[in-house]
């Protein structure tokens, strides 16, 4: 079976608070297994980051989640073949991102941020340079 990874930003609705954010990881922890879907999600006050990577129906989920409430202005960033899983073990892997935001990647370069901050806008960045940042933030 083909592997797929998909990554897509979102701005963070005020409506969804912490609770909101609490409830989210509780519907990936209990429908993502059964859909052998890994991955994390990056939030901030303000933003969501998400990196889904399992079999072609993620652009399904993709799809669903776009239309929830607690958050708008989705981009996707990128969908793709995958060779192997980065997060295998992963069910959704989730951190707040502080808010001076990027002091976060302490070992970033000036590439990294510049990457970081077109994430967060919603801009055009490369599919690889996107899923290296996060792989980079969420497994150094
Ligand atoms: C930023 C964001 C990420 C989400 N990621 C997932 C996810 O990976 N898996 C999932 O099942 N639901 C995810 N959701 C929630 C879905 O939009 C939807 O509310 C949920 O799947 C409904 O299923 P449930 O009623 O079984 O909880 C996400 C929502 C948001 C706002």
Redesign the pocket.
């Known amino acids: 079976m083909n592997l797929y990874q998909l990554v897509y930003s979102?701005v963070?609705n005020k409506t969804?608070d912490e609770k909101?954010i609490e409830?989210?990881l509780?519907?990936?922890k209990?429908?993502?297994p059964s859909?052998d879907?890994t991955?994390v999600?990056l939030?901030s006050d303000q933003y969501?980051i998400?990196y889904?990577e399992g079999p072609k129906d993620i652009i399904k989920?993709y799809d669903?989640?776009k239309?929830?409430k607690?958050?708008s202005r989705p981009v996707l960033l990128s969908y793709g073949l995958l060779k192997e899983r980065i997060f295998p073990s992963w069910h959704?892997g989730y951190k707040n991102v502080p808010k001076d935001k990027l002091e976060f990647l302490t070992d970033a370069n000036e590439e990294d941020k510049v990457v970081f901050q077109r994430i967060i806008n919603g801009d055009a960045v490369s599919e690889t340079s996107a899923t290296n940042l996060l792989v980079k933030f969420f497994k150094s």
């Open positions: 979102s963070r969804c909101e409830n989210i509780n519907s990936c209990k429908n993502n859909k879907i991955g999600l939030h969501f998400q889904l989920l669903l989640i239309t929830d607690r958050h959704m």
